[in-house]
C-alpha cells in the first residue's frame, strides 16, 4: 500500500485522517482508491475528470507535473503528498 | 578632484551588486564524475540575490517615472528584499516602508531598522501571503506610495536573465543543471530563460518550501497562490524540502565546505545533491540566496534538529 498524505483543507473529507492508504500502481489509480475510499474527495480535488490547478501532488517530493503526470508510476513504498498550490515563501506551521 | 580609482572601483554600493563568486563543492559532490557548483549570493552587498532584483525593480520604476524622486517604496517582504530595498532607498533618497510578518529573526528587523525603514508587521500566522495582503491594502488606500511588488515586477525575473544567467554560463559553461530555490520564481524564472536560450538541453529545477501544517490550514484551495512572475514552463522539476532536509543542508554547507549560508541554500542543496545523484556525469550549480548571518539566532547549525525543527514550524526563514 502506498501512502497519500491529506493536507488540513481536505480532512474534513477523509473524516480527519492525515493520510491514507491507498492501492494502485499510477497516481490515477492511488487517486481512484482515494476517492472510492472517500467519495467527497473527489470534487475537491478534480475538475471534470481532470485535477484541479489549485492542487499539486508529489511522488516522494517529487512534484508530478514535470514526470508523467497522472501516469506516474507509485510504488508500495511511496508516500504521494496533496498539497494547495502555494509556491511563495510561506514556511511555517 | 578624487584622486583616480582602478577599473574595479564600483561608483557605490548599486554598482557593486552581481558578479558573486562560484566554487566548486568538491566534497558535497556525490562520488563519480558529476561536478556540483555553488554560486554564492550572499556575497552581495546586503548578503542576498535580493540586491539584484531591488536594484533592477527600482531602476525601472525611476527611469519610467512610476517612482518619483522622493517618494516612499513599499513592500511585502519576509526580510531580503526588504533589506535590499532599505539600502537602496538610503542611497536614491526615498524612504522606505516594509510589511514584514512578525514572526521572522530579530536580525532582519535590526537591519532593516539600520538602513532606515519603516517596519509594519503582519500576522507571522498568515505567512508572506499575509504580508502581501497586508502590504496591497496600504498600497490601494495611500496612492502616494510606490510598490514594486516583487511578485509580480518583471523587472524581477529579468534581472536575472540578464545578470545572474550569464554569469552563471561564464563561470560553468558547460552547466547541465540549474538548482535554486522557489519563493517569487523569479530566479529560476529569469535564469532559466537565459539558460535554455544559450544552452539548449539545459535542466531547470526547483526547490520548494514544504508549507508547515498551520499555513496549510488557515487557506481554502482556492487561496493558492503562484507569483505571476513565476514561468512554471521553464521548469523541468520541483522538489518539495522539508525544514529537516533544508537544515541538514545548511550544517553540510558549513562543515565540509566551509559556507555559511541561509535556510533555503540547505534545501537547494538538499535537491541538488539528489539531482546529481541520478546523473553519471555533467554540472550542476545551484544558487545558493543569501548568507547565514540573518539565521545566527535561529541557530541553524548546532541545536538538537527536533527542537530547531519544532521551532522552525512556527517561525518564517525562507
Not at chain 2, 80 to 96: D, E, Q, Y
Request: charged share 25%; hydrophobic share 40%.
Amino acid at each position: 500500500m502506498s501512502t497519500v498524505r491529506i493536507p488540513p483543507v481536505l480532512r474534513e473529507n477523509t473524516g480527519g485522517s492525515r493520510s491514507v492508504e491507498v492501492t494502485g500502481g499510477t497516481v490515477t489509480e492511488a487517486l481512484e482508491d482515494l476517492f472510492a475510499r472517500h467519495p467527497a474527495l473527489r470534487d475537491r480535488v478534480t475538475t471534470d475528470g481532470q485535477l484541479s490547478g489549485f492542487i499539486n501532488v508529489y511522488v516522494n517530493d517529487r512534484d508530478v507535473r514535470y514526470r508523467d503526470g497522472l501516469a506516474t508510476s507509485v510504488g508500495p513504498e511511496d508516500t504521494i503528498i496533496l498539497l494547495p498550490a502555494m509556491a511563495g515563501g510561506a514556511r511555517q506551521a | 578632484m578624487p584622486a583616480p580609482v582602478g577599473p574595479s572601483t564600483a561608483n557605490d554600493l548599486l554598482d557593486a551588486i552581481g558578479h558573486t563568486p562560484m566554487v566548486e563543492l568538491r566534497r558535497l559532490a556525490p562520488p563519480g564524475e558529476t561536478r556540483m557548483f555553488a554560486k554564492l549570493e550572499g556575497a552581495n552587498p546586503t548578503g542576498s540575490v535580493k540586491d539584484r532584483i531591488a536594484r533592477a525593480m527600482i531602476e525601472e520604476a525611476r527611469a519610467s517615472g512610476a517612482l518619483a524622486p522622493g517618494q516612499t517604496i513599499l513592500e511585502p517582504s519576509s526580510g531580503n528584499t526588504g533589506i535590499s530595498l532599505a539600502m537602496i532607498g538610503r542611497l536614491l533618497g526615498h524612504p522606505v516602508r516594509i510589511v514584514l510578518p512578525d514572526n521572522t529573526t530579530a536580525e532582519r528587523e535590526q537591519l532593516l531598522r539600520l538602513y532606515g525603514a519603516e517596519i509594519v508587521h503582519s500576522p507571522g500566522a498568515e505567512g508572506s501571503n499575509g504580508a502581501i495582503r497586508l502590504a496591497q491594502r496600504l498600497a490601494d488606500g495611500d496612492p502616494s506610495l510606490f510598490m514594486p511588488y516583487q511578485y509580480g515586477n518583471e523587472a524581477n525575473p529579468r534581472a536575472h536573465e540578464q545578470t545572474t544567467g550569464p554569469e552563471i554560463l561564464a563561470q560553468v559553461p558547460d552547466v547541465d543543471v540549474f538548482v535554486a530555490g522557489l519563493g517569487t520564481g523569479g530566479t529560476l524564472t529569469g535564469v532559466g530563460r537565459y539558460l535554455k536560450r544559450e544552452r539548449p538541453g539545459v535542466r531547470i529545477v526547483a526547490a520548494e518550501p514544504m508549507p508547515g501544517e498551520q499555513v496549510q490550514g488557515l487557506r481554502s484551495l482556492e487561496d493558492g497562490f503562484v507569483p505571476p512572475v513565476l514561468d512554471a514552463s521553464v521548469l523541468d522539476d520541483k522538489y518539495l524540502v522539508n525544514n529537516r532536509d533544508a537544515v541538514i543542508g545548511v550544517r553540510r554547507l558549513l562543515a565540509e565546505e566551509g559556507i555559511f549560508a541561509g535556510l533555503s541554500c540547505g534545501a537547494a542543496v538538499a535537491v541538488a545533491v539528489r539531482v546529481a545523484r541520478e546523473m553519471t556525469g555533467g554540472s550542476v550549480v545551484v544558487l545558493l540566496a543569501d548568507g547565514g548571518w540573518k539565521y545566527l539566532s535561529a541557530d541553524l547549525w548546532t541545536r538538537d534538529i527536533d527542537e530547531l525543527e519544532d521551532e522552525l514550524e512556527g517561525s518564517l526563514l525562507w
